[in-house]
T-cell receptor, first 112, second 112 residues
Framework: DAGVTQSPTHLIKTRGQHVTLRCSPISGHKSVSWYQQVLGQGPQFIFQ???????GRGNFPDRFSARQFPNYSSELNVNALLLGDSALYLC???????????FGPGTRLLVL | SQQGEEDPQALSIQEGENATMNCSYK?????LQWYRQNSGRGLVHLIL?????REKHSGRLRVTLDTSKKSSSLLITASRAADTASYFCATDARGSQGNLIFGKGTKLSVKP
């Protein structure tokens, strides 16, 4: 069975640009969560979606947005990129979002 | 903000020795999970312990949970060089609907 997949694996952007990250959950999982991990820190929760509805939102500015599609895949969008947005962005899926979350390999974003 | 705090921040041991990592958290939880991360890649789920459980085993892993002290420990027995990684605890706080809160992690180095 395929695990959680994310694309792209790496991305380089410049300040002020926009970025879209993509995530496909494990088959049968209906919940997707997004986390940001800056170097040397643990992941920080950004969003959780369940059945295409936003279930939770972390302490991130409105420049961050996300959505979940009918096939349960998800996109994370970040507008007006700042240098501080450079991080590993992790997607996790679970059946209902209330139990074990399985993480993808992440997208490493570098903002110059 | 990060709820969990792992201790120690870094741990270096020889192959065959046991490794113990501790985690403290701040609020009431539904469950606590331990994850492993190799070289800034995706997180691998190790074990989940529910708030009404005190101890759980999985292969060479033993996890304890003390909800009165708001703390957990992860013991890896007979460590191997392949166990070299960062280890994170993550809590699913009551009322959070599955949003995980991670600590900063313990960096484990197992020398052959």
């Amino acid at each position: 069975d395929a695990g959680v997949t994310q694309s792209p694996t790496h991305l380089i952007k410049t300040r002020g640009q926009h970025v879209t990250l993509r995530c496909s959950p494990i088959s049968g999982h209906k919940s997707v969560s997004w986390y940001q991990q800056v170097l040397g820190q643990g992941p920080q929760f950004i969003f959780q979606y369940y059945e295409k509805e936003e279930r939770g939102r972390g302490n991130f500015p409105d420049r961050f947005s996300a959505r979940q599609f009918p096939n349960y895949s998800s996109e994370l969008n970040v507008n007006a990129l700042l240098l501080g947005d450079s991080a590993l962005y992790l997607c996790a899926s679970s059946q209902r979002g209330l139990e074990t979350q399985y993480f993808g390999p992440g997208t490493r974003l570098l903002v110059l | 903000s990060q709820q969990g705090e792992e201790d120690p921040q870094a741990l270096s041991i020889q192959e065959g020795e046991n490794a113990t990592m501790n985690c403290s958290y701040k609020t009431s939880i539904n469950n606590l999970q331990w994850y492993r991360q190799n070289s800034g890649r995706g997180l691998v789920h190790l074990i989940l312990i529910r708030s009404n459980e005190r101890e759980k085993h999985s292969g060479r892993l033993r996890v304890t949970l003390d909800t009165s002290k708001k703390s957990s420990s992860l013991l890896i027995t007979a460590s191997r060089a392949a166990d070299t990684a960062s280890y994170f605890c993550a809590t699913d706080a009551r009322g959070s609907q599955g949003n995980l809160i991670f600590g900063k992690g313990t960096k484990l180095s197992v020398k052959p």
